[in-house]
């Protein structure tokens, strides 16, 4: 799909979708073909808000698929490692001018200012990745339902399909959790510390799962070690590997600071 995307709509940007769905409809059947192309599509939305909330600067500054920023941009970074943690997520300027950032809205909300409709805010992003992610897994549903007997490459691209949806949904609650988590530093209510936690505790679920669906066929695969994060000139000496279950310890840390957080 990733090269059929390109090329296609590089050459006649008017390509219609039907062109994608008859591939996917061509290579897996009627019965999940349709179902499949637009479960990918929504699914590939989740890296592209994440790149458009977390503003970077080069193409090694954000590993989206992963939760990873590697190399300081334009916010907090904590030196702990590669992964974008609940601070970071607040701490961080948007690319995207049409978003806004995590302080300025719960700023907004707190002083009851208006915010222009035109604007994603941080819980309409996560409302969207929510939503995004849930007609993903009732499309996987449909397909696995139907009859199917996914195999090989086939059985892969569904795994794919879930591990979408699960990281939609990670990036949804982590953004609900670091809204709760910084009105509660602000203002200090407790109801907001607590609801981080429950979000977090959420994220953990999900980022549990795409470990274990991704271990399933994927091999690790060469990354940048994490001690780049704030030493860039080892770039290239340090390189390590990369799998979402290795990061497991960072998702934990994520509650530990929401526990663990004080009124400022």
Known sequence: MFYQVWGRLLYNPETPDA??????????GEMAGK???KAFQLGSRMPLKLASFHAATWDYTLYSEGFLAPFPARGLT??????????????????????MNI????DAISQNRKIEERITTPDKLANILSSDANEMLELLNQIRQSGVNPKGEFACELEDIE????????????????????AYRKGGDEQNKTQAIVLLTNCLSYWEKVSDITQSHYREVPYLGDKTAWNPRDAWTDAKTFSWEKYLPEVRRDLEIART???E
């Not at 970071?88 to 978003?99: F, S």
């Open 19 to 28: 062109v994608f769905e008859e591939a996917f409809v061509n290579r897996y």
């Open 35 to 37: 179902k499949m192309f």
């Open 78 to 99: 904590d030196h702990h490692s590669s992964f974008i943690s609940i601070d970071e997520l607040i701490d961080h300027q948007v690319l995207d001018p049409g978003y």
């Open 103 to 106: 302080p300025d809205y719960v």
């Open 163 to 182: 591990t979408w949806a699960w990281l939609s949904l990670y990036f949804a609650d982590k953004l609900r959790a670091a809204i709760s988590l910084h």
């Open 261 to 263: 957080a004080k009124r």
